[in-house]
């Protein structure tokens, strides 16, 4: 990057194959949305054949550095943001079509 550029902090793509970790996200997150309250939510989690990731081959975890810094981390999440949005457009082949999840979503529903 070039001297004097504004930096907003790191952007990392985790990309998950592993068709385990998949299937507990997709698990968990029926649970989660099972358990929300929230009657679309609900419903749509008690059709026995809904899969939250769609049954992705793949799931990426976009994700930013931590900064206390307020500008820099209204920025880092826009271009995370940005990055998610370019991620979701429309692929050439839907088979290899990218599950997209937000961290802040897979921290509270997966705690270490």
Same mark, same amino acid.
């Given at each position: ?80 943001? +940005?990055?998610?949005?370019? +991620? ?25």
């Amino acid at each position: 990057m070039a001297a004097g550029t504004p930096m907003a902090g790191e952007v990392y793509f985790n990309v998950i194959t592993n068709a385990e970790v998949l299937k507990s996200i997709a698990d968990g997150t029926k649970a989660a949305m099972a358990n929300s309250g929230m009657e679309m939510l609900v419903k749509l989690s008690s059709n026995p054949s809904y899969n939250p990731l769609y049954s992705a081959p793949v799931a990426v975890i976009i994700s930013t550095t931590k900064t206390d810094v307020p500008n820099t981390a209204a920025m880092a999440r826009a271009n995370a943001a +940005c990055a998610g949005e370019k +991620c979701s457009l429309p692929p050439r082949n839907w088979d290899s079509a990218p599950a997209i999840l937000s961290p802040r979503y897979l921290h509270s529903t997966f705690p270490r």
